[in-house]
C-alpha cells in the first residue's frame, strides 16, 4: 500500500527557498522513478522534476536551474530544493512515482508573496 507524506511547505518571498520532504512508503526509491509534481489553482497538476533509480535527475524547464530533486533510498524519503522562488511557484506540492501510482498525499502548500 502506498502511503505518501509531504511537509516543508510555507510562506516566502521571491527570491527565497524553501527544502520539501516527502516520506514515502510502498514504493521503492531504490529503482522507481520518483518525482515531485505540483498543482497551482485552476491549474492541472504538472511533474516539476524527476529522479530515476540510480539518480539521473529531470526538471521542466521552468523549474530548471532552481530547482534540485534528491532522494535517501535508505530512509524512502524524496527531497526538492527550491532556490530563487517566484510567485508562478506557488502552488500545493505533492510526491508520487513517475507515472503516479494513483494515491496522493496531502501535499504542502508552497506560497511565495512579498
Known amino acids: 500500500q502506498v502511503q505518501l507524506a509531504e511537509s516543508g511547505g510555507g510562506l516566502v518571498q521571491p527570491g527565497g527557498s524553501l527544502r520539501l520532504s516527502c516520506a514515502a512508503s510502498?514504493?521503492?526509491?531504490?529503482?522507481?522513478?520518483m518525482g515531485w509534481y505540483r498543482q497551482a489553482p485552476g491549474k492541472k497538476r504538472e511533474l516539476v522534476a524527476s529522479i530515476l533509480g540510480g539518480g539521473f535527475t529531470n526538471y521542466a524547464d521552468s523549474v530548471k536551474g532552481r530547482f534540485t530533486i534528491s532522494k535517501d533510498n535508505a530512509k524512502n524519503t524524496l527531497y526538492l530544493q527550491m532556490n530563487s522562488l517566484n510567485p508562478e511557484d506557488t502552488a500545493v506540492y505533492y510526491c508520487?512515482?513517475?507515472?503516479?501510482?494513483?494515491?496522493w498525499g496531502q501535499g504542502t502548500q508552497v506560497t511565495v508573496s512579498s
Open positions: 508520487n512515482a513517475v507515472p503516479d501510482r494513483g494515491t
Open positions: 510502498g514504493i521503492r526509491f531504490s529503482i522507481a522513478v
